[in-house]
């Protein structure tokens, strides 16, 4: 299917042109083009920067920011496709600029795709809890060498 529309996109988007260049013209379609591109690295700086800030607050607050990285990823996306050449990509891009479009993006990831994050030097991991914990001692654990661990036997060449 992902190749069928890679194929089919850019098709999709020359259609677009002649389409929206036949109703207001060649100039006003590529000032159109170009606008688009601008607006579309200035959103992404302005969103980039607000996403930065939430994940760094999550992060703070010992929280898993997986949530604010799909977010900055889809943001990231959506720049990238308002910068790309098309009215197709700039439609989808818009779209993926809008809070809404993100969380209901999100709702469909989070069910789908699981996420892990390092939070303090402690993996934590998203979705349902399953893994093993193995709780140690004083005595089973120390940042000393221990004199008699097989390691200790192997030289360095």
């Given at each position: 299917?992902?190749?069928l529309?890679?194929?089919?996109?850019?098709?999709?988007?020359?259609?677009?042109?002649?389409?929206?260049?036949s109703?207001?013209?060649?100039?006003?379609?590529?000032?159109?083009?170009l606008?688009?591109?601008?607006?579309?690295?200035?959103?992404?700086?302005?969103?980039?920067?607000?996403?930065?800030?939430?994940?760094?607050?999550?992060?703070?607050?010992?929280?898993?920011?997986?949530?604010?990285?799909?977010?900055?990823?889809?943001?990231?996306?959506?720049?990238?496709?308002?910068?790309?050449?098309?009215?197709?990509?700039?439609?989808?891009?818009?779209?993926?600029?809008?809070?809404?479009?993100?969380?209901?993006?999100?709702?469909?990831?989070?069910?789908?795709?699981?996420?892990?994050?390092?939070?303090?030097?402690?993996?934590?991991?998203?979705?349902?809890?399953?893994?093993?914990?193995?709780?140690?001692?004083?005595?089973?654990?120390?940042?000393?060498?221990?004199?008699?661990s097989p390691?200790?036997?192997?030289?360095?060449?």
């Open positions: 299917m992902l190749p529309l890679l194929l089919a996109l850019p098709l999709l988007e020359i259609a677009g042109f002649v389409l929206v260049g109703e207001i013209g060649v100039l006003s379609t590529i000032g159109l083009v606008l688009s591109a601008v607006v579309g690295s200035v959103l992404l700086r302005v969103q980039g920067f607000g996403v930065m800030t939430r994940i760094r607050t999550e992060m703070e607050a010992g929280r898993d920011p997986s949530k604010e990285l799909a977010n900055g990823a889809m943001i990231v996306l959506a720049g990238i496709l308002l910068v790309i050449p098309g009215f197709i990509s700039d439609i989808v891009g818009i779209l993926l600029f809008l809070p809404p479009v993100r969380a209901l993006a999100w709702r469909f990831l989070s069910k789908r795709v699981r996420f892990s994050s390092n939070i303090g030097g402690f993996a934590r991991r998203g979705g349902p809890a399953g893994g093993k914990t193995i709780d140690l001692d004083e005595d089973d654990f120390s940042r000393q060498p221990n004199p008699n390691w200790r036997s192997i030289r360095d060449e």
